[in-house]
């Protein structure tokens, strides 16, 4: 898996120096100064979500920047999974684009804190591989699919995009056979957030707003 770790980390790493440049107004952007419990985060980046699938530009130029970067991480992310032969689609990536933004904004600053060293969420390429080598099990497979470290549901996303792509119904299958265990509570509201964003269709997608 050289050539695609190589490849993926260029877009992986634009977006992490253009959030990392501009934490702070980010982060003003999506919480009240008060607020850090788990409610305010998952509403915020819910909303964060809305802003980033609609069709309608923001108005922060900040914001605005981030969603033109987001478009690119996932057009980049399309053209490069299709060619290693991986199912994919727009709205599972941009619930991917979610999770990875999740872990650069809120899990990245924690993590020299005790309790939250070691957490580490898998990138796009490395879920896609993973499903990948085992799609011919999942796409036999007619009940649970269960991930013991669910983390923000990346793993289970790339499961999604097989299964649809052999015929299955996204919502379906996110309501009837998929299962996880996450021990931190606000991060699987975050995984409940991106798995649902990668049910949405290209219509929901350009008309989310």
């Known amino acids: 898996m050289a050539r695609p770790r190589k490849y993926a980390s260029k877009v992986d790493d634009e977006l992490e120096r253009y959030v990392s440049a501009h934490r ?7 919480f009240d100064k008060d607020s850090n419990d788990r409610t305010s985060v998952v509403s915020a980046f819910t909303a964060l979500a809305f802003a980033l699938t609609g069709s309608v530009q923001s108005t922060k130029p900040t914001l605005s ?15 490069f999974l299709s060619d290693c032969g991986y199912p994919c689609r727009a709205a599972t990536l941009y619930g991917m684009v979610v999770s990875r933004l999740y872990e650069l904004l809120v899990i990245a600053p924690q993590s020299g804190r005790e309790g939250q060293s070691g957490v580490y969420f898998s990138g796009p390429h490395l879920a896609y591989f993973m499903a990948h ?27 999604l995009d097989l299964l649809v792509d052999a015929g299955a119904d996204a919502l ?18 975050i995984a409940r957030l991106t798995l649902a964003i990668s049910c949405l269709t290209n219509e929901q997608l350009n008309g989310a707003d």
């Open 65 to 79: 920047q981030l969603k033109t970067l987001v478009s690119r991480y996932v057009a980049y992310y399309q053209v």
């Open 133 to 159: 080598l085992a799609k011919d099990r999942v796409g036999q497979c007619y009940g649970m699919i269960f991930d013991p470290c669910l983390g923000t549901g990346m793993l289970l996303m790339a499961y």
């Open 24 to 30: 702070i107004e980010l982060l003003n952007l999506l």
């Open 172 to 189: 379906l299958v996110l309501l009837e056979r998929f299962s996880g265990l996450e021990l931190n509570p606000q991060i699987l509201e």
